[in-house]
């Protein structure tokens, strides 16, 4: 696996600063659940289920520093936790699906003394991330089974290695094509306003030496139009019931160039990813974010003083216009209501 993009070890949480790739590469220490929220809300980490893990992590570490300490005391530490890690971001719902996770372990045994649970508790943790890891390899096999032996793939944000425990799934998918032997080529969309394209998916391309154009967002229509792009593959925040997906801003744009150009739109994401409870794409909460990244970058205003902002971080693709969804389970193909439905109910962690 080339990108480690966290580690827990000896009570820390060691995070690659997704927010300063790839002009440098640093990480940051969380040792706490607030230091990991911050991390969270900050984006030093980023990516649906890269937040899962990290909360998980990041409740694990709270969990340790209160080891020892008489149940109740231990509980409202966690309580307190869970309640800074779910604040952090609210698109994505591995996050709170790592720590409902993490509240099944801690609730299932209110009697086991606190440095036994803190112990179940990293566990838990070590076991969310690794499953993610899992998860994006056979994600990766079933998606790489549906692009021909040569292709370019379009893709938008970062659905890498960065945004998960590693391997990536949307860059699984390509990854795991190309160790099939396929010929593969990337365009990443550079994805406005926080570059996730430009900066990791470009990046994480680049470090693996699999063929990667970079285009600004306003190209994806002339680059289909021109014939360049044989499928999209996208990532995804949340997935709703009847299969509307919630993915970075700019996707259901991309989605609609494809059906105009009759483009495959894939989306790849691990089961962890779909909310049963949301019933189509209204129901998912967006994310807005603060105005300063469309006025500028870092520390550089190209704006005038005064203007309104909005900054919605993602949009919702309606299912009709999405040409299969690759889980770790298999390709749900023209996905809707009911094929969501079984597909979840056949999985044998069943999430819901
Ligand atoms: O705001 P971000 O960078 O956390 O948004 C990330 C995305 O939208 C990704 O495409 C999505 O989380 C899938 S990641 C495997």
């Not at 096999?141 to 938008?156: I, M, N, S, Y």
């Not at 494809?258 to 483009?263: D, F, G, L, M, V």
Request: net charge negative; hydrophobic share 50%.
């Amino acid at each position: 696996m080339s990108v480690a993009t966290m580690r827990f070890e000896d009570g820390v949480l060691h995070l690659i600063d997704q927010r300063v790739l790839p002009l440098a590469f640093e990480t940051v220490s969380c040792r706490n659940a607030v230091e990991t929220a911050d991390a969270i809300r900050s984006m030093v980490v980023r990516g649906a289920p890269a937040i899962g893990c990290a909360a998980a992590f990041g409740l694990a570490l709270d969990a340790q520093s209160a080891a020892g300490q008489m149940r109740p005391i231990f509980d409202t530490t966690l309580d307190q936790a869970f309640a800074v890690l779910a604040a952090s971001r609210p698109t994505a719902v591995n996050l709170f699906w790592a720590l409902e996770r993490m509240r099944g372990v801690w609730t299932s045994q209110s009697t086991l003394p606190s440095d036994e649970m803190a112990v179940a508790l990293v566990r838990e943790a070590q076991a969310i991330y690794d499953e993610d890891i899992a998860a994006n390899r056979a994600m990766g096999a079933h998606g790489a089974a549906l692009l021909p032996q040569e292709a370019c793939v379009l893709t938008h944000c970062n659905a890498g290695a960065l945004a998960t425990a590693g391997h990536g799934t949307a860059l699984g998918v390509i990854r795991s094509a190309v160790e099939a032997g396929k010929n593969i080529s990337v365009i990443a969309d550079e994805t406005r306003p926080f570059l996730q394209g430009a900066r990791l998916t470009a990046w994480e391309m680049v470090q693996e030496q699999i063929p990667v154009t970079l285009i600004s967002d306003n190209m994806a229509g002339h680059m289909m139009k021109s014939g360049a792009v044989d499928a999209v593959i996208v990532g995804a925040d949340r997935i709703a019931a009847n299969g509307d997906v919630a993915n970075k801003i700019g996707t259901y744009m991309v989605a609609v160039l494809a059906a105009r150009h009759q483009i495959p739109f894939y989306v790849a994401a691990p089961l962890s990813t779909f909310d049963l409870n949301a019933a189509d794409g209204d129901a998912i909460p967006i994310e807005e974010r603060a105005a300063d990244e469309v006025t500028g970058f870092r520390d550089v205003r190209w704006a005038p003083e005064g203007v309104r902002v909005a900054n919605p971080a993602f949009d919702v693709t309606p299912a009709e216009l999405i040409a299969a969804i690759i889980t770790e389970q298999g390709v749900i193909a023209r996905p809707d209501r009911n094929k969501v439905a079984a597909h979840c109910r056949a999985a044998p962690m069943n999430n819901q």
